[in-house]
């Protein structure tokens, strides 16, 4: 299991960095319709190669530091580049499933203002908008990446509406209300159990005893 969304491969792993690290878009509740989230508008040309992003003002990581076009570009490039210092020896499974490879369709990341981050790709693809809404591709902070690369898989830091408070492998894992996140939460904190066997778990939820709880604020 990893929570680092760029390198989870499983639901459970995936279900649970959503709400911690979000991307430039996501899809609204419910449905395939794509709504923005670190990104409040998009805009396409060049024939379907090139895609510019406008980046919500104010936004911060909940370490403090600031959600700009940088930190999406740093991301990308992290993700798409070998030769990226911080790409490391790891899978990036999804970024190779959606876009082929290293670099492969993003040719380009450029950041020409704080609130502005354009793509260019190798080729026009109708599906990259929906791809960017996964969420393997949550905006991860650059900071803390860069303090800890090895690290940020098991103390991931983004922007979402919670933060990582506890994991304990095997046992729980303990989200708390992210106070930088501009929509309030209704719950101040999440605990996430782990039950190993399945049909102890499905025994669990018809007992009604929880595999997680809440406390609302």
Do not use: C
Not at 59 to 87: C, E, M
């Amino acid at each position: 299991m990893s929570l680092d969304p760029a390198q989870a491969s499983d639901g459970f792993s995936l279900n649970v960095t959503r709400e911690i690290v979000e991307g430039l878009v996501q899809f609204k509740q419910g449905t395939f319709d794509i709504e923005p989230a670190i990104a409040q508008s998009w805009s396409v040309g060049n024939g379907g190669r090139s895609w510019t992003f406008s980046i919500k003002h104010g936004l911060k990581f909940s370490d403090g530091t600031p959600v700009d076009a940088q930190a999406v570009k740093f991301n990308f490039d992290r993700w798409r580049l070998i030769s990226n210092p911080y790409h490391g020896n790891f899978s990036y499974p999804y970024y190779i499933a959606e876009f082929g490879g290293f670099p492969g369709l993003i040719e380009d990341v450029q950041a020409p203002d704080p609130y502005t981050v354009v793509f260019t790709l190798a080729r026009p693809f109708s599906p990259f908008l929906h791809d960017l809404a996964l969420p393997s591709f949550g905006i991860g902070s650059p900071t803390a990446i860069r303090n800890d690369l090895a690290g940020f898989a098991a103390h991931p830091v983004g922007w979402g509406p919670y933060t990582l408070g506890e994991w304990v492998k095997g046992d729980r894992i303990v989200l708390r209300a992210n106070a930088f996140y501009p929509v309030r939460s209704i719950y101040t904190e999440v605990v996430i159990r782990d039950v190993g066997d399945p049909a102890a778990g499905v025994r669990a939820m018809m007992d009604r005893v929880a595999d997680f709880s809440l406390i609302e604020g």
